[in-house]
């Protein structure tokens, strides 16, 4: 008797193990139990991704979302929680934004400000593609911006990948808007770095960092950035952040 209900309690474990399994499936999101552990150990969390894993795929695989997000973008933020727990306790009650200015601002800070940064970069990276987007944007105040900044779309595409394309090692292409100019300008930057300690705001970035396309694409980074460009830029927010 013992016996039977032994098996009959094994039998309904594997059977809530294999529910639990089959709706992670049907999420396509990877059960991540150590986000609120890092998140547990500092001020600095990082959103859920705005889709599920694999949503992004064949362009990008959920495979490498999971990685990408899951093991680097996590990590950022564990490391600048470490760091604002000590050596940069000064910093903790501070937005994200005004961490990486400050720790930018402060050579002996480069360790905080590349976490804070990674932090920032990849959370606008996530938000900059979606499943269905790409091609040119839709009629509105940003496809007209473009088409002042860069003549056309066809043209504006071409900086874009070049630029992106182009970034020596490790970095991020960027669409930003120089106030100043009052125009939309393309740069790519080395590492964390960012447009946002500077004067140019942030409309779209591309993550150039090998780990957001080697397990898709190995060596072959145009086709990862002409894929994204041309199957994944979310214009809407591009648009949003326009303002
Ligand atoms: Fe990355």
Do not use: C
């Not at 996530?126 to 269905?132: R, Y």
């Not at 900086?159 to 292409?173: C, D, E, H, N």
């Amino acid at each position: 008797m013992q016996q039977r209900s032994k098996r009959i309690d094994r039998r309904a474990a594997l059977k809530t193990g294999a529910a639990a399994l089959a709706a992670v499936a049907a999420a396509g999101t990877i059960a991540r139990p150590y986000i609120a552990r890092a998140q547990a150990a500092g001020p600095i969390t990082v959103p859920p991704l705005p889709w599920k894993d694999d949503a992004l795929a064949p362009v990008i695989s959920a495979n490498t979302i999971g990685f990408h997000y899951g093991k680097h973008h996590l990590g950022y933020a564990a490391a600048l929680n470490t760091a604002l727990a000590g050596p940069a306790k000064d910093l903790a009650a501070l937005p994200l934004e005004e961490i990486i200015k400050s720790s930018r601002a402060n050579p002996n800070r480069a360790g905080v400000f590349n976490a804070a940064a990674q932090v920032w970069n990849h959370t606008f990276y996530w938000n900059s593609m979606k499943a269905g987007g790409g091609g040119e944007p839709p009629a509105g105040k940003l496809k007209d911006a473009i088409s002042a900044s860069f003549g056309d779309f066809a043209k504006f595409k071409e900086a874009l990948a070049r630029v992106t394309i182009g970034q020596f090692a490790s970095g991020w292409g960027w669409l930003a808007w120089d106030d100043k100019a009052k125009k939309l300008v393309i740069e790519a930057t080395a590492n964390a770095e960012t447009p946002l300690h500077r004067a140019n705001k942030p409309i779209l970035t591309i993550d150039v960092w090998e780990h957001a396309y080697y397990l898709d694409y190995q060596n072959r980074r145009a086709d990862y950035v002409n894929a994204v460009i041309d199957k994944l830029i979310n214009w809407e927010f591009a648009e949003k952040n326009l303002g």
